[in-house]
Structure formats: C-alpha cells, structure tokens
C-alpha cells in the first residue's frame, strides 16, 4: 500500500505519494522526467508539513533540466541525482532497462 501524505488545505493539491520508498537507505524517492506546476507544488507542500520525511528525500531528474535543478536548489532538496548517471552505471547490469 502506498503511503499518502496528506495536506491539511482546502483547496488544490492535497496529498502526496513519493514513487518509492526504501527500506535499506531510509529513504524516499521521486523520480521527475517533467516538472509540471502540480509536481512542484507536492514537493513544496511535502517540504512543508513533512520536514523530517523531507529530509530522507532524493529527487532524480534530468541533468539538461534547468527548471529541475533550479527547483532542487531553491528547495533545498537534500539529495539529487541525475538520471543520466544512474543510466549509465546500470543500463549495462539490467537486462529490462528501458530503450534496451
């Protein structure tokens, strides 16, 4: 069962369920190929009312996304990683890796 973090507001995005959790890191993890307005606003809310949860947060986007990294940086989002790094460290070991 996912796990929601819900918002106490009236209006507009109320709740948030990270993609992943793991266990082994004590960590949650958003993977975010587009950084639409909505996407922003869960992760700010989440920052917000969740700060402790916030920060076991790794956020993995692109490395060419601008408005990823800018967004990252102005929330202070503890961990970041870039997608392109993970693709080339793993797509070799994982024989389902996507565009294989």
Do not use: D, Q
């Given at each position: 069962e996912p796990?929601?973090?819900s918002f106490p507001i009236k209006k507009g995005v109320k709740g948030y369920t990270p993609d992943f959790y793991?266990?082994?890191t004590d960590e949650w993890v958003e993977m975010k190929g587009y950084l639409d307005p909505k996407s922003k606003t869960k992760i700010k809310r989440f920052k917000r009312y969740y700060e402790s949860e916030f920060n076991k947060f790794t956020f993995?986007?692109?490395k060419y996304s601008t408005d990823g990294k800018?967004?990252?940086a102005e929330l202070e989002i503890p961990r970041v990683i870039f997608y392109e790094d993970i693709r080339s460290f793993y797509s070799d070991k994982i024989?389902?890796?996507?565009?294989?």
């Open positions: 796990t929601v973090f793991l266990c082994a993995i986007i692109s800018n967004f990252a024989s389902i890796w996507e565009g294989k």
